[in-house]
């Protein structure tokens, strides 16, 4: 190879690391997924608090979406996650949320202005980030599926397409 050639190779690599970030290519390769993980209990670290909250709803599965007002990828995946809310409630699905290191008047006002009328999606503020570290959140959105024995089984970081078919064939083994 020449030097010419190696120079204009080396010039366009920059540009291959920049290419995961731009918006465009985000888009062409589609939004995270839900990852089978072996199952595996609650994480021994986790906080009382979550442990309340999920304490009401033993024997069914539940959803935890770790997130923040300060995260777009969070705040666009939100409408999309208080659909599946409401569309699998009645199957059995709990969806919580864990709002990290954030402002409660902030989480509530950007749930208020994004959620469809009367709906609401139950929020644990997690703002010295003690529950999101003892789960393994560390990038923002991260979802934690558990089963019904509240065992974790999937694992998701990155937004995820609620809606996508895929997401709801997942879910219905989880469920079944």
Request: hydrophobic share 50%.
């Amino acid at each position: 190879m020449t030097r010419r050639g190696f120079l204009r190779r080396a010039a366009a690599l920059p540009l291959v690391w920049l290419l995961p970030l731009s918006p465009a290519f985000a888009a062409a390769a589609g939004s995270a997924v839900l990852k089978p993980v072996a199952p595996r209990s609650v994480p021994a670290g986790a906080d009382r608090r979550l442990a309340q909250l999920l304490a009401p709803h033993k024997g069914r599965p539940v959803l935890i979406n770790f997130w923040a007002t300060w995260c777009e990828p969070c705040r666009e995946e939100m409408p999309a996650l208080a659909r599946l809310a409401t569309r699998w409630q009645a199957r059995g699905l709990t969806v919580l949320t864990v709002a990290v290191a954030d402002n409660d008047k902030r989480v509530a006002d950007f749930l208020w202005e994004t959620l469809p009328e009367k709906q609401t999606l139950p929020v644990l503020h997690d703002r010295e980030q003690t529950i999101s570290r003892a789960w393994g959140a560390r990038v923002l959105p991260t979802t934690v599926v558990l089963d019904r024995r509240h065992r974790v089984v999937l694992r998701g970081q990155g937004a995820i397409d609620w809606d996508a078919p895929a997401i709801e064939q997942q879910l219905k083994k989880i469920i079944n």
